[in-house]
């Protein structure tokens, strides 16, 4: 088995391990747009409104990890391609703009607006390991144990699916 493919394989069970931690921890944080605020109006301008729920799952969390997975292949893409190909890197590098940018904006207004509404300090947040328990305020439990986590995984992804249709030898 080649490297490229090795390293492709490492690369896919990396992001699904980081995958799962996302999804579980997205339960967690956004357990509001789960249960109570899951049909509560959201309003994404002021002419689109959709349910909390749908923009939770749909506005925030996919666009973020698919903006991980199009950042991941655009990496690969930047070391792969050759002469004309390359003006898809513009594609993928909007694509992945966009999407981190769309995702990361609605996550912070949904869900800044239940974790630390006096906009001074951010609440606590308990972290249940197995064998400890401890606090970590709101936007550092967001940020690394949840935003950090899922756009890892979609790049762990986009990159072991780029790597593996690459034609480059590792």
């Not at 689109?48 to 925030?60: M, N, S």
């Not at 655009?74 to 513009?90: D, E, Q, S, T």
């Not at 992945?96 to 940018?101: D, E, P, Q, S, Y």
């Not at 972290?127 to 550092?140: H, T």
């Amino acid at each position: 088995m080649q490297r490229k493919n090795v390293f492709a394989i490492v690369l896919l069970v990396l992001g699904a391990v980081l995958l799962f931690f996302s999804v579980h921890s997205a339960f967690y944080v956004g357990a509001p747009w789960f249960n109570e605020r899951a049909n509560e109006a959201w309003h994404m301008n002021n002419y689109f409104v959709v349910p909390g729920l749908v923009a939770f799952i749909g506005f925030a969390f996919v666009p973020w990890l698919f903006g991980g997975v199009f950042m991941g292949a655009f990496v690969v893409a930047v070391f792969c391609l050759k002469g004309k190909k390359r003006k898809w890197l513009i594609v993928l590098g909007l694509a992945m703009a966009g999407l981190i940018a769309l995702g990361f904006n609605t996550f912070d207004f949904m869900l800044g607006c239940f974790y630390w509404t006096n906009m001074a300090e951010p609440a606590p947040v308990l972290v249940d390991l197995v064998f400890c328990a401890f606090y970590v305020n709101a936007w550092d439990f967001y940020f690394f144990g949840f935003l950090m986590p899922l756009l890892a995984g979609g790049f762990c992804f986009g990159a072991s699916a780029a790597l593996a249709f690459s034609k480059v030898k590792i």
